[in-house]
């Protein structure tokens, strides 16, 4: 099993910048990557981004690219979703995700999943 916390979420203005983590334990060593993913209300839940637990490599979805950057602390078994130029369309609840693939853009190639954490942008 694998546990998945976010947090960092929370309310700012058009233009701003907010940082999210996702703190993950238990059989980590299982995964390969982490992925992100955002539900608007209403909404299906949408692929973000993911990075690799190895390497590093990251991938992102088109809505987003140029304005986040996925990065991971392996020590602390950590992985962050950094958010900038943020537009209240992208208000919505971010979920981390875990898979033992090498890759994964849909919610179907993930395993574990955290809570969600809340972001709010207002304009």
């Known amino acids: 099993q694998v546990q998945l916390v976010e947090s960092g979420g929370g309310l700012v203005q058009a233009g701003g910048s907010l940082r999210l983590s996702c703190a993950a334990s238990?059989?980590?060593?299982?995964?390969?990557?982490m992925g992100w993913f955002r539900q608007a209300p209403g909404k299906e839940r949408d692929f973000v981004g993911y990075?690799?637990?190895?390497?590093?490599?990251?991938y992102y979805a088109d809505s987003v690219r140029g304005r986040v950057t996925i990065s991971r602390d392996n020590a602390k078994n950590t992985v962050y979703l950094q958010m900038s130029s943020l537009k209240p369309e992208d208000t919505a609840v971010y979920y981390c995700?875990?898979?033992?693939?090498?890759?994964?853009?849909?919610?179907?190639?993930?395993?574990?999943w955290g809570q969600g954490t809340q972001v709010t942008v207002s304009s």
């Open positions: 990075i690799s637990w190895s390497n590093g490599r990251t």
């Open positions: 238990g059989r980590t060593f299982s995964m390969n990557t």
């Open positions: 995700a875990a898979t033992r693939k090498f890759y994964g853009r849909d919610r179907d190639d993930y395993d574990y």
